[in-house]
């Protein structure tokens, strides 16, 4: 009788105990935020929940913060909280605040990295950026990619143009990483497509005549054909003569406008002294440049081009007439 009446008492607390656990849940998650407007609040990585909690109640979003608390103990989730800028509104719980906190729902921000920036380019795009924890603000690029685990790998090109998303609080190390294995994903993508017969031997060497592919046209459809006449260039000896890679090799002294002294400047980067491509990439290459320079457009024996003026080139297959070309379009005679 007294083992009926203990597991009949027992029962009975069992579900008393539930039914107030289970409206304390909804008492505590069913309060209302104290907002009046929207807000926007950045949870960095190795905040804690008491931290949190402690911060909201401090800036009036919450009445107590025992309640976040409590509610995160009932309900299993306060250690699950998820580093990024949140969005809390008027009429939001605490049960949905907690929600956001363990689900990752947070604000995105965005970068878009352009086609033709250089590494330089890239690392002033995302120094800027909002949201971003800057760690490199100090660092040369030699040290970055130190910084990022790949000592003695060459920043330059190693980096795809995209739009990027991304959560407040993220470090630019993180999305550096993420940039630059999307530029690995491409390039590998490409090189494992490529057609027979090239005149390059590498992934990497592909990077780097994707670069100037990038710099020395705007219009994807002269891109295939540019790496054609690339190709040959280096499969008959003749030098690449691409005033893109003579550009960047005068860095910051370049002012716009490429003189013929400039053209005679001895750097590793000057194609028209030296041949083969030049020691690294000149620039962030799309993808349309890469695919261009793994299958070049083999349907013609051009060897020349020169930009029209007019967002295009004229091609060329002998010197004679490149040299009519130039004339033409860069000197005005026709």
Do not use: C
């Not at 003749?238 to 003189?259: K, N, P």
């Not at 320079?293 to 081009?305: H, K, W």
């Not at 930009?307 to 004339?327: D, I, M």
């Amino acid at each position: 009788m007294r083992r009926r009446v203990f597991l009949l008492v027992t029962l009975v607390f069992i579900l008393l105990a539930g039914f107030v656990i289970e409206n304390l849940e909804t008492w505590l998650g069913g309060t209302a935020l104290r907002l009046d407007r929207p807000q926007n609040h950045l949870v960095q990585r190795g905040d804690t929940l008491t931290t949190l909690a402690t911060r909201f109640s401090d800036n009036g979003l919450l009445s107590n913060p025992q309640q976040l608390l409590l509610l995160a103990r009932l309900q299993g989730g306060g250690n699950r909280i998820l580093a990024g800028e949140y969005e809390f509104i008027p009429g939001q719980t605490v049960a949905q605040l907690l929600a956001a906190l363990t689900s990752g729902n947070t604000i995105k921000e965005q970068l878009t990295i352009i086609e033709g920036d250089t590494f330089a380019q890239l690392i002033e795009r995302i120094h800027s950026a909002a949201g971003i924890v800057v760690t490199t603000a100090d660092l040369d690029p030699g040290e970055i990619m130190r910084e990022m685990g790949l000592p003695g790998e060459v920043a330059e090109g190693n980096f795809f143009p995209d739009t990027y998303f991304y959560s407040a609080g993220i470090t630019d190390l993180t999305l550096l990483n993420r940039i630059h294995e999307t530029m690995q994903s491409h390039l590998d993508s490409a090189w494992q497509d490529r057609a027979e017969g090239l005149a390059i031997d590498s992934p990497e060497a592909a990077l780097i005549l994707a670069s100037i592919i990038e710099k020395e046209s705007g219009t994807e459809s002269e891109r295939r054909r540019i790496s054609g006449v690339f190709h040959r260039r280096m499969e008959r000896g003749m030098r690449l003569q691409a005033d893109s890679t003579i550009i960047y090799g005068l860095g910051t002294e370049f002012d716009g406008d490429l003189r013929r002294r400039d053209m005679r400047r001895d750097t590793p980067y000057n194609s028209y002294l030296h041949g083969g491509l030049p020691p690294t990439a000149i620039a962030l290459p799309g993808l349309a440049s890469i695919r261009a320079a793994v299958n070049p457009d083999r349907s013609d024996e051009t060897l020349y081009f020169v930009a029209t003026g007019k967002g295009g080139h004229k091609f060329s297959t002998t010197l004679a007439e490149h040299n009519r070309a130039v004339r033409r379009y860069q000197l005005g005679i026709k």
